[in-house]
């Protein structure tokens, strides 16, 4: 998958994913890793915090779980906020240990050809250098409300 994936695969993952595990959320509400997290808790998917130095302590609702192989569930997304030096062996370990990952996304800046490779071997969808909240509000026409110009017509407004 390439850093340019269709409208209608985002629009695909973005409805049908049910589940989330937030690799490197963070508690602080103005790091963009809480935001969009909460943003997606709040449409209704599960997100699953996952973050070593916070493990314990709850965020939307969860649990925050110190690594994946602590994530009970199932899980659709891997979301990862983390450097792209750090992408690969995430994205190997949760190959290894998600039940019923399908989906592996790497935030704004973040690309990783290595977890590229390893999620085409694994048949799991990789979307990278995007953000699930703004593609979340491009497509559903959200974004109109704040003056942009998605190109969607939407009768929400």
């Not at 906020?81 to 370990?93: G, I, S």
């Amino acid at each position: 998958m390439t850093t340019t994936p269709s409208d209608a695969l985002l629009r695909d993952v973005l409805t049908r994913a049910k589940t989330f595990a937030f690799v490197g959320v963070s508690p602080n509400p103005i790091r963009p890793s809480h935001y969009v997290a909460r943003y997606l808790a709040r449409r209704g998917i599960r997100v699953v915090p996952v973050n070593p130095i916070h493990a314990g302590t709850t965020l939307f609702g969860e649990t925050v779980v110190p690594d994946l192989g602590s994530v009970s569930g199932p899980v659709d997304v891997l979301d990862v906020f983390r450097r792209p030096e750090a992408v690969p062996a995430l994205v190997e370990e949760g190959l290894g240990v998600l039940d019923g990952l399908w989906c592996v996304w790497l935030q704004v800046g973040v690309v990783s050809p290595e977890a590229e490779a390893m999620c085409d071997a694994a048949g799991v969808t990789i979307i990278q250098d995007r953000c699930p909240k703004i593609e979340y509000q491009r497509l559903f026409g959200e974004l109109r409300q704040g003056g942009f110009a998605t190109g969607i017509i939407s009768s929400k407004l």
